[in-house]
């Protein structure tokens, strides 16, 4: 049975507590502890829901990391900054292969605008590929033709060597 309430969300994040440390996606690579969980969401739509989330995480004294779209109906920079606030990593939900029609060219400037379009409200220091089922684009193809680690660390996204 799935259950998405908030209330098994709030069970979810007390027995998490109870049993592990949490670290976000940038605290495991620059650290770990010994039994841990890394909390990952990726906020394709209704931010307002993950503000919520962000909120019941931070009571429950758990990090998480929160990947956000760019499009209008997710990036919203109060809630971002709200989220972030709250202790948690805030991480780029990139999607530029499908944007500039599988074009690396195009999708390389898109990642670099939205990467910075980020980097006006928050720190960011990982990112996640948003999957669409829909197109025929994958994302992870930027990589084949650009070296995301020599991008990223050229935007100073990373405080550390890769």
Do not use: Q
């Amino acid at each position: 049975m799935r259950d998405f309430t908030i209330e098994k969300y709030w069970k979810l994040c007390n027995t998490i507590k109870e049993n592990y440390g949490t670290l976000t996606f940038e605290g495991y690579l620059t650290k770990s502890k010994n039994k841990f969980i890394i909390l990952r969401h990726d906020v394709d739509r209704m931010p307002e829901n993950a503000l919520k989330i962000a909120e019941i995480e931070h009571e429950s004294g758990i990090k998480s990391t929160y990947y956000f779209r760019t499009n209008k109906s997710v990036f919203k920079p109060e809630i971002i900054k709200g989220i972030a606030s709250l202790g948690h990593e805030i991480g780029y939900h990139y999607e530029c292969m499908d944007k500039a029609a599988g074009n690396p060219e195009k999708a390389i400037k898109i990642f670099e605008d939205e990467l910075n379009k980020f980097r006006k409200i928050c720190d960011v220091k990982t990112i996640c590929m948003h999957g669409n089922p829909l197109t025929k684009y994958d994302n992870r193809d930027l990589w084949k033709k650009y070296d995301f680690k020599r991008i990223l660390t050229h935007t100073e996204t990373f405080g550390f060597n890769l």
